[in-house]
Nanobody
Framework: QVQLVESGGGLVQAGGSLRLSCAAS????????MGWYRQAPGKQRELVAD???????NYADSVKGRFTISRDDAKNSVYLQMNSLKPEDTAVYYC?????????????WGQGTQVTVSN
């Protein structure tokens, strides 16, 4: 069984920074794309950023220039450095990974971590 465990959320003032981490554990043959999504109250879950196994990145327009996604394949981990945070960044952030376990390949989700940005 594969698990994704996130950490690093919390309460921060506008303009501050947070770094989210997500580690995958279990029987893992390979990890393809990894990403971060977020869901604010009353809104749909949206993509924040993702990164391919080759290191190509993609960001939502709302976070470009402020957030940076990275990964460490040796640790089966993905990170999200969030700078210049705004109140509208407040949401539950979810880690997502496309993982192959020998013959099975599917997407996995973490449990979510709350990020709250105050004025």
């Amino acid at each position: 069984q594969v698990q994704l465990v996130e950490s690093g959320g919390g309460l921060v003032q506008a303009g501050g920074s947070l770094r989210l981490s997500c580690a995958a554990s279990g029987i893992i043959f390979s990890i393809n794309a990894m990403g971060w999504y977020r869901q604010a109250p009353g809104k749909q879950r949206e993509l924040v950023a993702d990164i391919t196994s080759g290191g190509s990145t993609n960001y939502a327009d709302s976070v470009k220039g402020r957030f940076t996604i990275s990964r460490d394949d040796a640790k089966n981990s993905v990170y999200l450095q969030m700078n210049s945070l705004k109140p509208e960044d407040t949401a539950v952030y979810y880690c997502n990974a496309d993982i192959r376990q020998t013959a099975v390949r599917r997407a996995y989700w973490g449990q979510g971590t709350q990020v709250t940005v105050s004025n």
